[in-house]
């Protein structure tokens, strides 16, 4: 009996040691595992703190960035158009001589505008009118060639259709016709450009005169303030010449116009005299060959 109470003994006695251990061991494996936690929210809380600190430190970076390329965006913002500045100067040069500098441009440039368009429908291809002319007249007599050249704008066309109304007076009329009606398409083609001219001639000329103008006015300020002070005087021949600089630029654009014109009008005057050349010896062979 004693024997198996002393086994009892010591079998309890090694299961609570065991325990015990185990309980042990198990606090230590909980410490452990708290600890961890804690070190990994504290690792988790350095990160988010020098995460913040590096987006502070990046936002603070892009800000003073802003504030290096902002004042350049702004004075790139605050320079005025070209538009802005030549109202401005257009206004400074006083609006009463200016203003009639700008009515020469503006009907210049409307006359110009009607030339070219005129001059552009004026131009025709003249081998072709001549070869369907020739055509109609070989074919159908004297009538279809005449319902050619009426379908047909243009000077030469009309030049045509005169030579065509005196082949029955013969081949001397047609000639005499084809001169005079020559004469009046060109006076045409030249109509209206010597009120461009004009205007190239005025512009400048009403410019000079503001400027002088406004010399006097700069004189007549200096005589009234009493002596000669180096912004008035400045001011006042700034803005009287402003009034010759924008008269010569008014005629340096109508002049290029002006040229172009004068150019197309030559273009067409020397192919209307080529295609009357060949229209007569067109009219004599048809004479020949019917009489």
């Known amino acids: ?13 090694l299961f609570s040691t065991d325990a015990v251990a185990q309980e042990s061991t198990e606090t230590v494996i909980t410490e452990e595992v708290s600890a961890g936690s804690m070190l990994d929210d504290d690792s988790n809380a350095v990160a988010a703190v020098d995460s913040t600190a590096v987006a502070a430190d990046s936002n603070a970076v892009i800000a003073d960035s802003l504030d290096q390329v902002m004042p350049e965006e702004d004075l790139m913002s605050n320079d005025p158009s070209f538009t802005q500045v030549l109202k401005k100067y257009f206004i400074n040069g006083g609006p009463f001589f200016m203003s009639f500098v700008l009515l020469a441009l503006i009907l210049g440039l409307a006359l110009v505008i009607e030339r070219i368009i005129y001059l552009a429908l004026s131009t025709t ?8 002319v020739e055509a109609a007249l070989n074919s159908n007599g004297v009538d279809a060639a005449k319902e050619v050249c009426k379908n047909v704008t243009g000077p030469v066309a009309t030049i045509f259709y005169e030579g065509l109304d005196k082949m029955d ?7 005499k016709a084809i001169v005079s009606v020559g ?11 010597s009120w461009i001219s004009l205007f190239i001639a005025l512009a400048p000329m009403l410019g000079f005169m503001g400027t002088v103008i406004g010399m006097i006015g700069a004189f007549d300020a200096i005589e009234a303030a009493g002596d000669i002070s180096p912004s ?17 630029i008014v005629a340096m654009i ?4 002006y ?5 197309m009008m030559d273009n067409i005057v020397n192919k209307m005299e080529d295609a009357s050349i060949h229209f007569l010896d067109m009219v004599a062979d048809y004479k020949a060959k019917n009489k």
Request: no cysteine; hydrophobic share 55%; proline share 0%.
């Open 1 to 13: 009996m004693k024997k198996v109470l002393t086994f009892l003994l010591i079998a309890g006695f």
């Open 125 to 132: 291809n003249n081998e072709k009118l001549l070869s369907e």
């Open 169 to 175: 007076e013969g081949l001397e009329m047609v000639d």
């Open 183 to 193: 004469s009046v398409e060109n006076g045409k083609l030249e109509r209206n450009v």
């Open 232 to 248: 008035l005087v400045a001011g006042g021949i700034k803005v009287a010449l402003l009034t010759t600089v924008f008269g010569l």
């Open 254 to 257: 109508l002049q290029v116009f």
């Open 259 to 263: 040229n172009l014109i004068i150019a």
